[in-house]
Every structure is written in C-alpha cells, then in structure tokens.
C-alpha cells in the first residue's frame, strides 16, 4: 500500500502538470466545455479567423505580404502582423489585461499612447484572450435565447479600417443522464460490499479496472487532440505519453504481485481525470477530437469507474486483514 501511494501521488502530480493548456497574454485555462459558442462570419479578404475554445480565444492567420494591427479593449494598437513575424504592444492595455496573471493597467496608458512594439513570435499566425466573444454572455439576455447577439474585433489592414465578425450563440446544458454510470456505483457497491465473495470481486476489480484505464485514456486524448484551431507537436506529445502511461499501467496490473499497486494508481487517475472533464457532462459544446458523446461517457465512467475499483481495492483490503486477524485470533 506504500507502494501505492507513492505512485498515486506521482500519478496526480503528473497529471495535474498535464490537463490544461496556458496560453501567453491568455490569462485562462482551456475549458473542457461550454455552454457558448462563437461563430465568425466575416474577416477581411486574405486572413483567416477562427474563434477556439468556446468563445474564449480568437485565432488569426495573416498572409505576410500585409501588415494587420489588432485593435485593443480601449482602442490601442495590440497586435501587429507583419512579414516579420508578431508583435505585442507592450504600452497597451489589453497586454496586461491578457496577462496571464493580470495586471492593474498603468493609469499613464492612453488609446494615444506611443506603441511599444516587442517580437512575440516569428510565425504568422498566434491566438489569444478576447473578452469581446464572451461580453455578450454576462449581458442580460432572455431565458432560452440561442443567439445573443454580434461582436466585432476592430483591425487596420495595410492602414485601411477593417474588423473580424460574428455571432455568439448559446446551448441548453445536457441531459442529467449522462451521470448514469454514478447512479449505477451508488447502487451496485454497497451490494458488492455486503457480499464478500472473493471471485466476485476479482472479476469486477478486472472489470472497474479495464473501464476506468480506458475511459480516462480515451477521455484525455481527445482532449489533447483538440486544435486550437490546429493540432501541435507539444499536443501529439503528450497524446503519446498518455497511451505510455496507460500501457504501463495495464502491464502493471498485469502482475499479479503489483496488480493492487496498479489499481490504486488506475483509479486515482481514473478519478482525476472524470473530474477534469466533469464540464463535459454540464455544459452544451465539448471541446474534443472526439465526438461529444464518447467524451461525456468517458468522462462519467472515469468518474464512476474509477471510485468504483478504489472501493472495490479498499473492500478487498478490509476483508484481508479481517480474515488475518481472524486466523490469528483462532491460533491464539
């Protein structure tokens, strides 16, 4: 049980490394989910946008024949695309706005004060924080109401007005049966519990296991595979050691002389990771490679299989030492 331990707390502190993405100038989390949607219908001819992450994050691609200034919260210089690569306006409000941690704004800034212009990156296309999305979302808006409304991000393209377009759209949040499987493990435990019955408990630990290891593995990749709006080496990375990790797990538990070992560590990733992804299942847009049905239902059975098999563990364990003390006790 040592051994145990130690491992699920490996296990937490890796996973805990891994589930979000941080973003510079974001100041956010991805979500696993959301009840907000927004759309663009418009850019400027040549530039390419697209909202990620719900309504979080605006992504932009600008052809490096022009030069595109991203217009502020306040109307300052933000962003600048050139054939050089981007730039950030260090002097501008929106930068520490959009910090990650952010930042009171300088009273001495003004949408006149001179740009402080500094390289973000060579690329030619880059996301970031953009509240004017999501400002519709905290306006009062009817009951049920599925568009909210447009917004607009201001740029200057080659020195000419221009803006970026669309619409925020909101969904009812889904059914409560997709918590199907915990209502299931509140029912079904106490039974198994009262049961003692070794066999019994063998096989539903093979079987708690085999869901929990599955249903978190599945779970987590299609979350790692989301694009934002594409797919990076960093996320193919980290799909890849997901699929190690779970490997390991499962020749682990294959050994009948760590399987405890290996379903203490299974179940404890099992139920971090169904809590990670425990918005999929309260909110309306799933934020996945996978369809939006194989990710709540990854998300419920992690949940539920993974507090299924930590009970199942713990049960076993109390019967063991039980029986133990009873041998002894008989000896006496």
């Not at 200057?156 to 059914?175: C, F, M, Q, Y």
Request: proline share 6%; glycine share 10%.
């Amino acid at each position: 049980m040592r051994r145990a331990s130690a491992l699920a707390v490996l296990a937490l502190a890796g996973a805990g490394a891994l589930p979000g993405y941080a973003f510079a100038h974001a100041g956010v989390t991805a979500p696993a989910a959301t009840s907000y949607f927004a759309r663009v219908l418009s850019a400027p001819p040549g530039l390419e946008a697209k909202a990620v992450d719900g309504d979080q994050r605006l992504w932009l691609r600008v052809p490096s024949r022009l030069t595109v200034i991203v217009i502020g919260l306040r109307g300052e210089p933000y962003l600048r695309f050139s054939s050089l690569g981007i730039d950030v306006n260090s002097s501008s409000a929106t930068y520490f706005l959009n910090r990650v941690r952010p930042a009171p704004v300088p009273s001495v800034l003004s949408p006149h004060t001179p740009p402080t212009w500094r390289l973000l990156s060579s690329a030619h296309s880059t996301s970031w924080h953009e509240d004017r999305l999501h400002a519709l979302a905290l306006a009062a808006h009817p009951p049920g109401a599925r568009a909210l409304g447009h917004w607009v991000v201001p740029l200057l393209v080659d020195g000419k007005a221009a803006s970026i377009g669309g619409t925020l759209v909101e969904a009812p949040r889904p059914s409560l049966l997709w918590f199907w499987p915990l209502v299931l493990l509140i029912a079904c435990v106490p039974a198994l519990l009262r049961l003692r019955d070794a066999g019994f408990e063998v096989a539903a630990g093979w079987a708690l296991a085999a869901l929990a290891l599955g249903a978190a593995t599945a779970g987590r990749l299609g979350r790692e595979l989301y694009g934002r709006p594409t797919v990076s080496v960093g996320q193919v990375a980290l799909a890849a050691l997901t699929l190690a990790v779970a490997a390991g797990l499962a020749a682990l538990w294959l050994r009948r002389d760590w399987r405890v070992v290996a379903g203490v560590v299974i179940g404890v990733v099992a139920l971090y990771q169904g809590l990670a992804l425990v918005g999929t299942l309260r909110n309306a847009y799933v934020l996945a490679v996978l369809p939006a049905a194989v990710e709540r239902t990854a998300a419920s059975v992690s949940l539920a299989a993974g507090i299924g098999l930590l009970v199942v563990i713990a049960g076993a364990a109390g019967a063991q030492a039980e029986a133990a003390d009873e041998e002894e006790r008989l000896d006496a």
